[in-house]
């Protein structure tokens, strides 16, 4: 009867969970630029207060940071980096279901920019309702899907009169979308205080409208930088062009070496370890609903997709490495014109990584091959921002067991299992460091513009997403 209670309490108070979830995305927690650190710190302890107000218990905030290091660069010569505070994690627990399993709820709060702010339709910080979605940046990413945790503990609590049918910990962090440096180190070191049996994460989305997914698979991540140096310092174009290098030219002239016209990596050595999938998964990727021109379409928004020829798009959106350039910030962006060669640049450049590759041999191997492509009068420098490993999720576990038949009951269908083109650095150190499975159980749609303007969380999948937690937790309980 308890899950019955908790799911009409859950229904019952539609209206209020969408008002809160709002007041968190009203705060733009924007984890990687240093004049939101203090939203990123008022949505830490946004979460944290409702977490003590629906009676979970220990509840703080972890502060987190990065270590001074030394750095040696290809010159041999050494630089400190200082060490830097990072934005908090906060913590929650309820450990009084004796002999129960222990489940480790984990969610971020931070968000990333909102640029460009003239696409958006409605401003990101101010949620909006159009057609049974919520417009706002972190609507699904992940404020949203991380508040359906909160929500759906609040109901077993309100239907249990305090207690929960499975003993529970809650981690939810800061920096996701900066790389995770501080819950990693947290993990690494204090691991105890995270002891359990199951994570469960809630950060990925469904295949499709109305078809309960789980995720089983997510590539890993290396985020770099090139900067190349020419001159001293900025030069007049026109009485020194045609001597002087220019940084912009020289890094094109590196990043057209590094793909070729078929998308394939031109790293020498990048794909020794790529693990293909299974033809049983193959198989089953190949049974899903999918409509290509549908996809480049609506969701790409292309003429023409691109990527290995040969291969589906499941296959090089799950199963493949890729390497893209995100931004070239340097010289003069302003309006009118300015003639001057800048005497930097830097291109940002990150790598998706599958099973079986590691960040540290893939990023050994792009370094090398970037630095023999460096053209003539300019330096160069790569740089890691951040890694994560790729991961591949076991299904073989009662744990999945129970979200399975949890989302059956809620939608009515079985569940699939996909694999994720994105990255979720900390599923690997639980994996890692604490040891247990992950069950990766989200609810955004291909469609909800993550890190894009109009980022959105369709309502409908919000409210069912507490359920199915709801419905998860008891199953597991039982």
């Not at 949203?144 to 609590?157: N, P, R």
């Not at 309100?158 to 003993?167: D, F, K, M, R, Y």
Request: hydrophobic share 40%.
């Amino acid at each position: 009867m308890t899950t019955t209670a908790a799911v009409a309490f859950a229904q019952e108070n539609q209206g209020r969970f969408v008002g809160e979830l709002k007041a968190l995305l009203r705060i733009p927690s924007v984890s990687t630029t240093p004049e939101h650190a203090g939203d990123v710190r008022r949505a830490a302890e946004f979460v944290a207060a409702e977490l003590t107000r629906i009676g979970m218990e220990n509840v703080r905030l972890i502060e987190t940071s990065t270590p001074e290091e030394v750095i040696v660069d290809d010159a041999g010569q050494a630089r400190m980096v200082p060490a830097r505070r990072g934005h908090p994690l906060v913590y929650a627990d309820w450990l009084h279901a004796a002999g129960k399993p222990t489940v480790l709820c984990y969610g971020h709060y931070d968000v990333q920019p909102a640029e460009p702010l003239d696409e958006w339709k409605s401003p990101p910080f101010e949620p909006t309702e159009r057609d049974g979605n919520l417009y706002a940046r972190g609507a699904v990413d992940d404020k949203g899907q991380m508040w359906m945790h909160v929500k759906a503990l609040e109901s077993l609590m309100a239907a249990g009169a305090g207690t929960l049918p499975v003993n529970v910990r809650v981690i939810v962090e800061g920096e996701e979308e900066v790389g995770g440096e501080g819950i990693a180190a947290f993990v690494r070191e204090h691991g105890e205080q995270l002891k359990a049996d199951v994570a469960l994460v809630s950060d990925t989305e469904m295949f499709a409208p109305e078809l309960p997914t789980l995720c089983v698979g997510l590539r890993g991540m290396i985020y770099t930088e090139i900067e190349v140096h020419g001159a001293r310092t900025d030069l007049h174009s026109g009485i020194y062009g045609g001597s002087a290098p220019n940084p912009f030219v020289a890094l094109a002239q590196v990043i057209a070496k590094l793909k070729d016209e078929d998308g394939r990596i031109l790293i020498p050595g990048f794909y020794d370890d790529v693990q293909k999938p299974s033809a049983d998964e193959l198989k089953a990727w190949r049974a899903l609903p999918f409509d290509e021109d549908h996809y480049r379409e609506s969701e790409v928004g292309s003429i023409a997709l691109t990527g290995e020829p040969g291969l589906s798009v499941q296959e090089r959106t799950w199963a493949r490495p890729t390497l893209e350039v995100h931004g070239m910030p340097g010289g003069f962006i302003g309006a009118g014109a300015k003639t001057v060669i800048p005497a930097k640049a830097v291109a940002k450049v990150s790598m998706r990584l599958v099973p079986d590759m590691t960040p540290a041999e893939s990023f050994a191997k792009y370094k090398s091959y970037v630095e023999s492509l460096t053209p003539k009068g300019v330096s160069l420098e790569v740089r890691l921002i951040h890694s994560g490993d790729p991961i591949i999720v076991s299904t073989d576990n009662e744990y999945v067991k129970a979200a399975t038949e949890a989302m059956r009951e809620v939608f009515g269908k079985e569940t699939v299992f996909v694999r994720g083109g994105g990255s979720i650095p900390i599923v690997g150190d639980f994996v890692r460091e604490l040891k247990i499975p992950t069950v990766l159980m989200g609810f955004g749609l291909p469609d909800d513009n993550l890190h894009a303007p109009n980022e959105k969380f369709h309502l409908v999948n919000f409210h069912r997403g507490i359920e199915s937690i709801v419905r998860f937790l008891s199953g597991v309980g039982a």
